[in-house]
Structure formats: structure tokens, C-alpha cells
């Protein structure tokens, strides 16, 4: 899981493994879970065990060919359905995972975390030799989440290093730190969505704009993932970084 991924920002998800804990207020409605349940595949929380993919290596050789047939680099969201660096995770299975990405230098591999405390001693211990495919990342979709975990990311080496703030649940300010090399911004979808309203979307927009930071506007709070703003001015925004 899973080949040509319906999320907008990806060509691919890649899963190890699925289940985690909610950590952040944006986890409160985390479509992992929602689908965990309503497959009865992993249970969320603490101390719960993750469930391993059994197939993932064949969903990882399947888009190795798929990116030679094409002849271009695809982009591979790695474990939509739990987090890289969680501590709940078996350690053999994240070294597994990482030692099969280090032999596919044909995809880009984005590795996103709420737990970027984790990261270093987590990461394979030469990173990140061998790694120049793989995009670092934050979720961060409020300003404490943001202040918190920015100044960790930077602290290490990545071609990439990335924010997705999504779900965006209130206005975020970039400040004058260290640049981004690319910015997802999303709104909640769902029965229970948080809309922190249009302005705090735009402000956000304006800021990537004028700092010159490749933005992908991603879906606006609405019932239906995928909704469009229905502006023309955040629907354009469909860039990737230069990697």
C-alpha cells in the first residue's frame, strides 16, 4: 500500500507497518485511524502493538519499476498509516525499511514525523550518506507544533527538509529562521473538521510566496478530502521543491 496514492502531494505511500499513538492536536482526527478502525487492522494508543505490512517490499519493488518504466523520479510517501520514529515501533523493522530505501535511489522517499526528537537516533547511523533521496519533514499544523519541532529538523542534515501543515488549525508564523525548502498546506476533512478560516490559509500562502519557499496547497476544509479552494490564488499552488 499503496501504488499511485491518492494523495495530492505524492505519487506513492509506502507502509512498513500501520498504528501509532496521537501525540499533537492535530492527531484528533487522524484519517489513519479512522481507516485502521473501519479495516480492523491495527488499534491506536500506547502500548498497542503496530501491525506489520507483510507486502510491503513487493509495493516498494512495484514502484521501483514503475519509476524506471517512466523514466522519472516518484515520489514516495513513507508510512501514511504511523510515523517513522515512533518508539513503539520494533527497531529491526524501521532499519529494514530504511536499508530497502537506500537501495531504490530512483524515488524520492518523504519521511514525515510528529516526532522529529526521535529522528537522530533513529536515523541509520552513516545518514545521510546514501540517503540524498530521502526528504525530511515536520507535521505541524500549529504554532507550538511549529516552534517546537522546527529547530530539530534543522539540526539535521537532509537534501529536503520540509513542513506539512496540515491539518492547518490556526495561523502560523515562519519567522525569519533557517529557509524551508518546501511547505504543504492542507485544511481537515471529515464530519468534525477545525477550519481556522480562509485568512489564516492566505497569510500562510503569502509568507511562502514572498520568502520564495515551493508550496503545494493541498485541499480546503471541507466534508470530502481533496475540495478545492475554489480561489484561484491558493488552487495554483502546486510546487515541489528543486531536489
Not at 39 to 56: H, I, L, T
Not at 114 to 133: C, Q, T, Y
Amino acid at each position: 500500500m499503496a501504488l499511485d496514492t491518492h494523495i495530492a502531494w505524492c505519487d506513492d505511500s509506502l507502509n512498513a507497518w500501520w498504528g501509532c499513538t496521537e501525540v499533537d492536536p492535530a492527531c484528533d482526527n487522524c484519517y489513519a485511524k479512522t481507516l485502521s478502525e473501519r479495516f480492523d487492522k491495527a488499534k491506536w494508543g500506547q502500548g498497542e502493538p503496530r501491525m506489520f505490512v507483510k507486502s510491503w517490499r513487493n509495493t516498494l519493488q512495484a514502484i521501483q519499476r514503475k519509476a524506471r518504466a517512466e523514466g522519472r523520479r516518484r515520489r514516495v510517501f513513507v508510512e501514511s498509516m504511523g510515523d517513522l520514529f515512533d518508539n513503539q515501533v520494533p527497531d529491526e523493522w524501521r532499519r529494514d525499511l530504511f536499508e530497502a530505501i537506500r537501495q531504490v535511489p530512483e524515488c524520492d522517499f518523504l519521511l514525515l514525523t510528529k516526532r522529529i526528537g526521535n529522528a537522530r537516533a533513529m536515523l541509520p547511523s552513516d545518514w545521510p550518506v546514501g540517503f540524498e533521496h530521502c526528504w525530511l519533514g515536520i507535521s505541524a499544523g500549529t504554532q507550538q507544533a511549529l516552534d517546537r519541532d522546527a529547530p530539530k529538523l534543522f539540526e539535521i542534515p537532509a537534501s529536503v527538509r520540509w513542513m506539512s501543515a496540515e491539518p492547518l488549525l490556526e495561523p502560523l508564523w515562519l519567522g525569519a529562521g533557517p529557509a524551508w525548502d518546501w511547505i504543504v498546506i492542507g485544511g481537515e476533512s471529515g464530519r468534525h473538521r477545525r477550519n481556522p478560516g480562509l485568512p489564516a490559509f492566505m497569510a500562510l500562502a503569502s509568507r511562502c510566496e514572498a520568502l520564495r519557499i515551493p508550496l503545494f496547497v493541498k485541499q480546503a476544509p471541507a466534508a470530502r478530502p481533496g475540495t478545492p479552494f475554489g480561489i484561484e490564488v491558493l488552487d495554483r499552488w502546486k510546487e515541489w521543491p528543486n531536489a
